[in-house]
């Protein structure tokens, strides 16, 4: 596609569901960022992936967080027993390389958990 | 840890006013320096970027310097319009997770800009 894609755009769920939020980035791009924006709040780095590998994924906010990326592309955040601070938009950003080349954010995921 | 701070908002404008936004930073070592803007019902994009000390970034009449001795990358634009109404988002890079090696950007709380007819 032309840009990054996130799905769904929206998700409301019940505190203790499991919640799956997707990203497609640019084609060809090996790097992926997930952020997470919280309201009032900036920008949260959680994990960032350099082809399928995350090498660092000590951002996460907490074990009920995982990530995964296959084929150098898709990528799934996972978050499991949600909680209400888990409240926030979700974004996926790709770039080519990594490094300080740009990154090309999605329209991201807005999460409410009641 | 590193750390973005920029002003809050909202900040109001009218049109063809002077704009700055101030953003300071805190970082170990050589950080790039980013402003991300957010339009209404879009996502982020880069409005410019500057890589090295005394670089100056500049996109769609906006621009920042890179000021090592104050670290700061305050934006500026000489003559605002309406379409410049968005949130703007001062960001570093450089490894946000201590040892990690990660690449993610490390943001300012963002600041909503309104301009004015």
């Known amino acids: 596609g032309a840009g990054v894609s996130q799905s769904p755009s929206n998700k409301v769920t019940e505190k203790g569901k499991d919640v799956e939020l997707r990203c497609d980035p640019i084609s060809g791009h090996t790097a992926l960022y997930w952020y997470r924006q919280r309201l009032g709040q900036g920008l949260e780095f959680l994990i960032y992936?350099?082809?399928?590998?995350?090498?660092?994924k000590s951002g996460l906010p907490s074990d009920r967080f995982s990530a995964e990326r296959t084929g150098e592309s898709v990528s799934t955040l996972t978050i499991q027993r949600t909680q209400q601070e888990d409240s926030a938009v979700y974004l996926c950003?790709?770039?080519?390389?990594?490094?300080?080349?740009?990154?090309?954010f999605g329209p991201g995921t807005r999460l409410t958990v009641l | 840890g590193d750390s973005v701070t920029q002003m809050e908002g909202p900040v109001t404008l009218s049109e063809e006013a002077f704009l700055t936004i101030n953003c300071t930073y805190t970082a170990t070592g050589y950080p790039s320096l980013f402003w991300y803007v957010q339009y209404p019902g879009e996502g982020l994009q880069l409005l410019l970027k500057a890589t090295k000390a005394d670089d100056k970034g500049s996109n769609k009449g906006f621009e920042a310097t890179y000021r090592k001795e104050t670290t700061s990358f305050h934006l500026e634009k000489g003559s605002v319009q309406v379409s410049d109404s968005a949130v703007y988002f001062c960001?570093?890079?450089?490894?946000?997770?201590?040892?990690?090696?990660?690449?993610?950007?490390?943001f300012g709380k963002g600041t909503h800009l309104i301009i004015q007819p």
């Open positions: 992936f350099q082809g399928n590998s995350a090498p660092d």
């Open positions: 960001a570093l890079s450089g490894p946000v997770i201590s040892g990690g090696g990660a690449d993610g950007l490390t």
């Open positions: 950003a790709s770039s080519i390389s990594g490094g300080v080349s740009e990154q090309f």
